[in-house]
């Protein structure tokens, strides 16, 4: 956790006094917090991005229900990747959307099954994880953003890109954001959460300015204002210091570490006929067990035996990928990774 950074930042931002940040903030987030943003983005991502097309939420689930709340009617039906986060599930829940899954392959989400679905069904929007995708790790290449992209033209429907992801992998493994590939057609979400702390709830959205404008357009932002002005000042400092940048290539660092002990423990412990792909950023990697085998039914045992891991169903609206595990690896210090992988493969042989 960047605790010396924040005490910093704190530091330098809170006797400068500036009495607006303490008021409440204009919707779309102050134009100085979206300045630093969008420089620091810039830098990062290898690709301009506008302090005119960001929008500050309270994080990335905070920015999800925003989009649907102010682009989605209940019964609309929404396309998501199987398998895709847990967490947003609960969100389409919330907002009576129906949730339809896409196939997905060991690139990403399957492009030719969704132009086949695309000519049935055209959804209000898609959701998609393309970088260090949660649960699998993988990112989709290229290629397919391209493909990804036109169709969203073609068919007319948008893409909600969670990109919480990008900057925490291997550079040369990340392609630019889906946005580069369809400026009109892409949000992209962005959080603060994987590069420096979650408990600080700032995340964003990038989209062209007139889907910004209408997100901002809502309710809760008109009677609450712009999000954690406080925080968001306190942050710029982190950015203009270089705070940020430094504590965003520690965490790499050590996020890389940890995956590449994971990898090796898992390539030296598991018995032959579990398969996983190995990533290049993200924190996790997705284990494929046996048809047979039944991560759900393991988990207690697991627990008991001192290692947890998120069983597959939870990943899928249709419950699928019932011999699937997600492990995370950058919770823990090598010597519990160690511990916990010979657990997890003496777990699965004792269910063999
Ligand atoms: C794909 C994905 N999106 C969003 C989130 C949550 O992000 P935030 O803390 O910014 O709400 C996570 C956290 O695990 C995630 O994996």
């Given at each position: 956790?960047p605790?010396?950074?924040?005490?910093?930042?704190?530091?330098?931002?809170?006797?400068?006094?500036?009495?607006?940040?303490?008021?409440?903030?204009?919707?779309?987030?102050?134009?100085?917090?979206?300045?630093?943003?969008?420089?620091?983005?810039?830098?990062?991502?290898g690709?301009?991005?506008?302090?005119?097309?960001?929008?500050?939420?309270?994080?990335?689930?905070?920015?999800?229900?925003?989009?649907?709340?102010?682009?989605?009617?209940?019964?609309?039906?929404?396309?998501?990747e199987?398998?895709?986060?847990?967490?947003?599930?609960?969100?389409?829940a919330d907002?009576?959307?129906?949730?339809?899954?896409?196939?997905?392959?060991p690139?990403?989400?399957?492009?030719?099954a969704?132009?086949?679905?695309?000519?049935?069904?055209?959804?209000?929007?898609?959701?998609?994880?393309?970088?260090f995708?949660?649960?699998?790790?993988?990112?989709?290449?290229?290629?397919?953003?391209?493909?990804?992209?036109?169709?969203?033209?073609?068919?007319?429907?948008?893409?909600?890109?969670?990109?919480v992801?990008q900057?925490?992998?291997?550079l040369?493994?990340?392609?630019?954001?889906?946005?580069?590939?369809?400026?009109?057609?892409?949000?992209?979400?962005?959080?603060?959460s994987?590069?420096?702390a979650?408990?600080?709830?700032?995340?964003?959205?990038?989209?062209?300015?007139?889907e910004?404008?209408?997100?901002?357009?809502?309710?809760?932002?008109?009677?609450?204002?712009?999000?954690?002005?406080?925080?968001c000042?306190?942050?710029?400092?982190?950015?203009?210091?270089?705070?940020?940048?430094?504590?965003?290539?520690?965490?790499?660092?050590?996020?890389?570490?940890?995956?590449?002990?994971?990898?090796?423990?898992?390539?030296?412990e598991?018995?032959?006929?579990?398969?996983?792909?190995?990533?290049?950023?993200?924190?996790?990697?997705w284990?494929e067990?046996?048809?047979?085998?039944?991560?759900?039914?393991?988990?207690?045992?697991?627990?008991?035996?001192?290692?947890?891991?998120?069983?597959?169903?939870?990943?899928?609206?249709?419950?699928?990928?019932?011999?699937?595990m997600?492990?995370c690896?950058?919770f823990?210090?090598?010597?519990?990774?160690?511990?916990?992988?010979?657990?997890?493969?003496?777990?699965?042989?004792?269910h063999?």
């Open positions: 956790m605790l010396a950074e924040l005490c910093q930042a704190a530091a330098h931002r809170l006797p400068i006094a500036d009495p607006s940040c303490y008021a409440y903030g204009p919707e779309q987030g102050g134009a100085e917090f979206r300045a630093d943003l969008a420089d620091f983005l810039t830098r990062h991502y690709v301009p991005v506008q302090a005119g097309e960001l929008l500050i939420t309270a994080g990335a689930s905070h920015a999800l229900d925003l989009v649907l709340t102010r682009l989605c009617r209940p019964g609309d039906t929404i396309f998501v199987d398998p895709t986060y847990f967490f947003a599930l609960g969100i389409f907002r009576h959307l129906r949730v339809v899954p896409v196939p997905t392959d690139a990403g989400i399957d492009v030719d969704l132009e086949l679905m695309l000519r049935t069904k055209v959804p209000r929007l898609l959701y998609t994880i393309p970088v995708h949660n649960p699998t790790g993988v990112t989709l290449p290229e290629e397919r953003r391209r493909r990804l992209a036109g169709l969203a033209t073609e068919f007319g429907f948008l893409i909600v890109a969670d990109e992801y900057l925490t992998g291997d040369a493994a990340a392609p630019a954001p889906l946005r580069t590939f369809g400026p009109g057609q892409v949000l992209s979400l962005g959080s603060f994987k590069i420096l979650p408990g600080i709830r700032l995340g964003w959205v990038e989209g062209p300015p007139d910004i404008n209408a997100l901002q357009d809502c309710g809760v932002l008109r009677s609450g204002g712009g999000v954690a002005p406080v925080m000042a306190i942050v710029s400092s982190a950015i203009q210091l270089g705070l940020q940048d430094s504590f965003l290539e520690r965490a790499c660092r050590i996020y890389s570490s940890r995956r590449q002990h994971m990898i090796s423990c898992l390539s030296r598991l018995p032959a006929g579990v398969r996983f792909q190995v990533p290049h950023g993200g924190f996790y990697i284990l067990l046996p048809a047979s085998s039944d991560a759900v039914a393991m988990l207690a045992a697991g627990e008991a035996s001192g290692v947890s891991f998120r069983a597959g169903p939870s990943f899928s609206p249709g419950q699928n990928f019932r011999n699937f997600r492990l690896f950058v823990n210090e090598e010597k519990k990774l160690t511990d916990g992988v010979v657990r997890l493969a003496e777990l699965i042989r004792s063999w």
